[in-house]
C-alpha cells in the first residue's frame, strides 16, 4: 500500500487509532497525513497551514511512523515550545505504538540547558556560601532543593525542578553549557552519568527525535554532534521558526556571562592567572558601565524601563559612543591576553586545585575557560569594534543591567544551507502560517524555496455558531490618555457578568499595569481574582491558578499570545488590547525592514496579522467552547489594514456596538447554549 493511503487509512474510521479513546474521524487531518506522507515518498518540501482542531500532531505524526517503519530511517520533529515537545514523546507517539508491528523508537531530545551538568554542579556544590557576615541564603535553598532531586530523577530534566523566577540565575550555573562541557574528557561523559550524553545516546537510538528548533540548529552546525543525522524533518510551530534561527545564529552577553566563566577559575592569590582574572573583571565592568551609559543617554526618559539602542553607523560616528568603542576595544585585548596566558599555563600553576570538580583535569578546564573568553572577546568586537556584514548589533538594558546583542539580519539561507539541504523531505506546519491567504511570507523569511507544495487547511470547527467577535466603538486611541481607563471599564463589566472566564492580551507590561490597578477594587468587590503576568507571579504560576479557579481576570503580555490552551468553559472571553505590532524602530525590526519597498506591508503588517491569529486562537479549543473575542484596537475599523486583520481571523460572528453594550452583549453570547446543528 502506498504510503499516504496507509497514513489516510491508519486515522479513518476503520483505522486501528479508531479504537483510542477519544478518537474522532476528521477529513482535514487525513489531507495533511496524506500530503506529509506524499512530501516523504516523494522527497518533497511542504508548507501546511492547518487550523485548531485539525490534529496536526498525529496528522505527520502518522506518515512519519510509517515511513520510518518501512525505510529504517530517522525523522526528526522540531517545536518551539517544551509543552508540545513533551505532549508528543508522553501522549502522541505512546498512542501510535499499535500502529507497527514493531515499535519505533521515538525519544526527546530537549536544549542541553535543561539538563544538569553533574560536573559543574560539583564546582557549585563546593563554592562557599558564607563570606565574611554575608550568608547566601538563595545560593543554599537551592542547593538543598538540587541535592534533593537529584536523588530522584533519571533525567536530569529542570522540568521536574520547578524552578521560580529567582532559581534561574542559579540554574544557569550547573545547567549543563558546551562552553563550559569537558566533553569525553569529564568524568560523566564516559560513565554515562551525564544526564545530557544519556539523552543524546537516546536520541541517537531512535528512529524518531522530538526537539526544539534551537537544537535543530545547534546540531545542524556542529554536524552529527547534537542531532544524529536524519532525512526527514517536519518543523511544528514554524511561525517561530525565524525568531529561534535569529537568537541561535546570533549572539549576546550580559555581565554575568563574563563572569560566570571568570568565576570557574580558582586562581591563588597574588599569581599571574588571578592578576589576568582581576584585570578582566575590571575590563567586563568598564564596558558594561559604558555601554550603559550610553544606553541611558540615548534613550533618555525611557531609561528607566527596559530598551534598545541599534549601533547604526549614524551612531558609531557619534563622539558618545567612543567612549565605548575603547572599552570594548581595551576588553576585547584583555580578555585575549588572559586566554593565551590561560592557554600557556602548565600544570595548573597558579590554580587551587582541589576546589576543581576534576582536579587531575585541570589544564582542560584552563583550555575550556580560555576558549570561552576567545568567544566572549569576538562577541565584543563583532558588537561594538567590528560589525559584521550582515548582521545587526545592539545595546539593550533589561532589569537595569546593559546587554550587548548581535544578529543574522535574513536567516533563510542559513536555513537552507544548515537544514533543509541535508533532509531528504521537509514539512513546516502551524496553525498560523499564511497571511491574506498567501504563504509567500513565511517563505521568503525562511527560505523554503519556490518548490515547496503548499495546503492550507481551515479549522473544522464551527466558528459562525462558537466565536463572536466585538468591535467597540469609539475606544480612545493606544496612545489617548483615557485608553487604559476604557479598557478597565469595559473589562470589569464582561467580568462581572461572566464571573471572571476572561483573557485580556496585551502587547506591553506599562499598560497591563495600568489596567490591573485600576481594575483591582472593583473586582475585589466582586470575589473575582485578578492575575497580572509578571504581578501576581510566573506565567506557568498564574495559568495554572485560572486553570484552578476560572472565577479570574488574567492580564497576560507576549507569551499569553500562544502556546496556552484553556478548553472548555474556564474561557469565555479574550479581550485584545492593541494591535501586535512589531515596533518599527527596534534595531532587528529596521534592519529586517531597510531596502524593502513597502516595509509595513511587506513585514510589519504580515508579522502581526500572524500574531493576532494567535492570540484570537486563544479562544476556540475543542468543539463545545464558545465565547467572545473584543478586539480594541480602533485602526481595525479606521485604517485600511483593518480589513487584511479581519479577514485573517477565522470566520466568527461579528458585531459593532457602543462601548457600554459590549458587556452584555459579550455575555448574550458566551452564554447561551450553542445552537444545534439543523
Ligand atoms: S559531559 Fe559535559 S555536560 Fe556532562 S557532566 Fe561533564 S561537563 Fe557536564
Not at 474521524?25 to 487550523?51: P, T
Not at 591576553?337 to 590561560?342: G, K
Not at 502551524?430 to 523554503?448: K, N
Not at 515547496?452 to 479549522?459: F, H, I, K, T
Request: hydrophobic letters at 45%.
Amino acid at each position: 500500500m502506498r504510503l499516504d493511503d496507509a497514513a489516510a487509512a491508519a486515522l479513518g474510521p476503520d483505522g486501528p487509532l479508531a479504537r483510542n479513546d477519544g478518537y474522532e474521524y476528521r477529513e482535514e487531518q487525513v489531507q495533511m497525513a496524506r500530503a506529509v506522507a506524499q512530501a516523504l515518498d516523494r522527497r518533497r518540501r511542504l508548507v501546511v497551514e492547518a487550523g485548531t482542531g485539525v490534529g496536526k500532531s498525529l496528522a505527520y505524526l502518522v506518515p512519519l511512523v510509517l515511513w520510518a517503519n518501512r525505510t529504517q530511517g530517522r525523522a526528526v520533529v522540531a517545536t518551539h515550545t517544551v509543552n508540545l515537545q513533551e505532549q508528543l514523546v508522553d501522549h502522541d507517539l505512546p498512542a501510535l505504538s499499535h500502529l507497527t508491528r514493531a515499535p519505533v523508537p521515538a525519544a526527546l531530545l530537549k536544549g542541553r540547558n535543561h539538563y544538569i551538568s553533574l560536573r559543574r554542579w560539583e564546582r557549585f556544590l563546593a563554592r562557599p556560601d558564607v563570606q565574611g557576615r554575608t550568608v547566601d541564603v538563595d545560593a543554599i535553598r537551592f542547593k538543598l532543593k538540587v541535592l534533593t532531586w537529584l536523588t530522584q530523577t533519571a533525567s536530569g530534566d529542570r522540568s521536574e525542578l520547578r524552578l521560580s523566577a529567582e532559581e534561574e540565575p542559579l540554574w544557569r550555573r550547573v545547567a549543563s553549557d558546551r562552553e563550559d562541557c569537558l566533553g569525553s574528557a569529564c568524568a560523566n561523559w564516559g560513565s554515562r552519568r551525564c544526564h545530557m550524553v544519556a539523552a543524546r545516546s537516546r536520541a541517537a537510538d531512535a528512529a524518531i527525535i522530538v526537539t526544539n528548533h534551537a537544537l535543530l540548529l545547534a546540531g545542524a552546525e556542529r554536524q552529527g554532534q547534537v542531532l544524529p543525522s536524519y532525512s526527514a524533518l517536519v518543523v511544528d510551530e514554524a511561525h517561530h521558526l525565524e525568531a529561534a534561527a535569529t537568537q541561535q545564529l546570533g549572539s549576546s552577553l550580559r555581565g554575568f556571562d563574563l563572569a560566570l566563566v571568570l568565576d570557574r577559575l580558582p586562581a591563588q592569590p597574588g599569581t599571574s592567572v588571578a592578576d589576568a582574572i582581576d584585570r578582566c573583571r575590571d575590563a567586563g565592568h568598564r564596558l558594561f558601565g559604558d555601554s550603559k551609559g550610553l544606553l541611558i543617554e540615548q534613550l533618555g526618559g525611557e531609561a528607566a524601563g527596559n530598551g534598545r539602542i541599534g549601533l547604526s553607523a549614524a551612531l558609531r560616528d557619534d563622539p558618545g559612543f567612543t567612549l565605548l568603542l575603547k572599552a570594548g576595544r581595551h576588553a576585547v585585548g584583555v580578555l585575549l591576553e588572559t586566554a593565551a596566558l590561560l592557554e600557556q599555563t602548565v600544570e595548573a600553576q597558579g590554580l587551587q586545585t582541589d576546589l576543581l570538580p576534576q582536579p587531575q583535569r585541570a589544564d582542560d578546564e584552563l583550555e575550556l575557560s580560555a576558549v570561552a573568553l576567545r568567544g566572549i572577546a569576538a562577541t565584543i568586537d563583532h558588537v561594538v569594534c567590528r560589525p559584521r556584514e550582515g548582521f545587526v548589533a545592539w545595546l539593550e538594558l533589561r532589569a537595569e543591567q546593559s546587554e550587548l546583542h548581535e544578529a543574522p539580519i535574513r536567516v533563510a539561507e542559513p536555513l537552507r544551507q544548515l537544514i533543509y539541504e541535508h533532509c531528504d523531505s521537509v514539512t513546516l506546519t502551524s496553525a498560523t502560517l499564511a497571511v491574506a491567504g498567501s504563504f509567500a511570507f513565511i517563505r521568503d523569511r525562511v527560505g523554503i524555496g519556490e518548490a515547496a507544495e503548499e495546503l492550507a487547511l481551515a479549522s473544522p470547527f464551527d466558528f459562525l455558531n462558537q466565536a463572536l467577535r466585538v468591535l467597540p466603538d469609539s475606544v480612545p486611541p493606544y496612545d489617548d490618555a483615557a485608553h487604559d481607563a476604557v479598557i478597565a471599564e469595559m473589562v470589569g463589566g464582561i467580568a462581572e457578568r461572566l464571573d471572571g472566564h476572561t483573557l485580556v492580551l496585551f502587547t506591553g507590561y506599562g499598560p497591563l499595569r495600568r489596567v490591573h490597578a485600576l481594575l483591582q477594587q472593583r473586582l475585589e468587590r466582586h470575589r473575582i481574582s485578578l492575575l497580572g503576568q509578571g504581578l501576581d507571579g510566573t506565567r506557568r504560576q498564574i495559568l495554572r491558578s485560572f486553570l484552578e479557579d476560572p472565577r479570574t481576570v488574567l492580564l497576560g503580555t507576549n507569551s499569553f499570545w500562544e502556546g496556552i490552551d484553556i478548553p472548555g468553559e474556564r474561557l469565555r472571553c479574550v479581550v485584545i488590547d492593541k494591535l501586535p505590532f512589531a515596533v518599527p524602530t527596534d534595531p532587528l525590526i529596521r534592519a529586517r525592514t531597510e531596502g524593502l519597498r513597502d516595509p509595513f506591508a511587506q513585514y510589519i503588517l504580515p508579522m502581526a496579522v500572524i500574531r493576532l491569529r494567535q492570540g484570537f486562537g486563544r479562544l476556540i479549543r475543542g468543539r463545545a467552547d464558545r465565547g467572545a473575542v473584543v478586539l480594541c484596537d480602533e485602526r481595525l475599523s479606521r485604517r485600511d489594514y483593518g480589513d487584511v486583520f479581519l479577514r485573517a481571523l477565522p470566520p466568527a460572528a461579528e458585531e459593532r456596538a457602543p462601548l457600554e453594550d459590549i458587556p452584555d452583549l459579550v455575555a448574550r453570547f458566551a452564554l447561551a447554549e450553542p445552537r444545534k446543528p439543523l
